[in-house]
């Protein structure tokens, strides 16, 4: 059986898969969800039938520490799609059956032993990489938006306003995204009548960032110590815009060590190539 022809398909169908998510991710995800059955979108339905289904009959065999792990991981990220930890169980099951589904099919067509075909198992870990990778996006969302933020709350601090009408300004102007989420809902618990240190000590919980827990802190500890919310502010502001720029100028001395392994392993092969190869070419023949 000649392979070369299924494994160049194969290989051309990924590829082309890879290309389209990576250039149209968003128009993708808005016509997958605007196709319709019935009431609900197509996307609602496989999450009923499969994930849904399933979590269900899993969730008594999930232990408490997997709960928990998995649960502030998905506060972490904003609960996307509003999954729970036994929709992540589930989605490991099923991305663990199609893995060695797949794996068996490769061995057969090559003709292996099918003993391998547990490797498939592996792919049982891709929704929870998924899941820390949804993390990292928020945090780095996060981070972007927190000079900006904290300039809005120390403009409005010092025009006068107290900090529960400065973090709704913060929510009514700010620029849309996870960060005025988690001050939406600050602003919710303190309406609620939580303290100002409680709900803050919750979002810091909720989000787990550094930079935000350190801005938090400071912000607690002005609280207690009756100190000037401004100038707290102000100094926060500062030392967050001084922390960006030492990140950036971290990222950019950077560059040059990441980029060693693409030359050596890619570009510096095929220069190689091009220079030597007709010289060892004519050599042999």
Request: charged share 20%; hydrophobic share 50%; with cysteine.
């Amino acid at each position: 059986m000649d392979l070369l022809p299924l494994l160049s398909a194969l290989s051309a169908f990924f590829a082309g898969y890879l290309i389209f998510l990576g250039l149209f991710p968003r128009k993708f995800l808005e016509e997958a969800s605007s196709m319709k059955s019935g009431s609900d979108t197509m996307i609602q339905v496989i999450k009923e039938l499969l994930i849904k289904k399933l979590s269900v009959k899993l969730k008594k065999y999930m232990s408490d520490k997997f709960e928990l792990s998995v649960s502030k991981q998905l506060v972490m990220a904003g609960e996307p799609e509003g999954l729970k930890p036994e929709d992540i169980l589930a989605m490991m099951a099923l991305s663990g059956i199609v893995g060695v589904i797949f794996v068996l099919l490769i061995l057969l067509m090559l003709g292996n032993s099918i003993i391998l075909a547990p490797l498939g198992l592996l792919a049982m870990f891709l929704p929870k990489s998924w899941l820390r990778d949804q993390v990292k996006k928020r945090h780095f969302a996060i981070t972007r938006a927190l000079p900006y933020a904290i300039d809005l709350l120390t403009l409005s601090v010092e025009a006068g306003l107290d900090f529960s009408a400065a973090v709704g300004m913060v929510v009514e102007k700010g620029q849309p995204g996870a960060l005025r989420e988690e001050f939406s809902i600050l602003l919710s618990e303190m309406k609620m009548g939580k303290t100002r240190a409680t709900a803050l000590r919750n979002m810091m919980d909720r989000v787990d960032l550094q930079s935000l827990s350190s801005f938090i802190r400071a912000l607690v500890q002005a609280d207690r110590m009756g100190t000037s919310l401004g100038k707290i502010l102000r100094i926060q502001s500062t030392q967050m815009r001084i922390e960006r720029t030492q990140r950036a100028e971290k990222l950019a001395n950077e560059a040059p060590v990441k980029m060693l392994g693409p030359l050596i392993m890619c570009i510096f092969p095929t220069i190689f190539m091009v220079l030597f190869g007709p010289i060892i070419y004519k050599f042999v023949s």
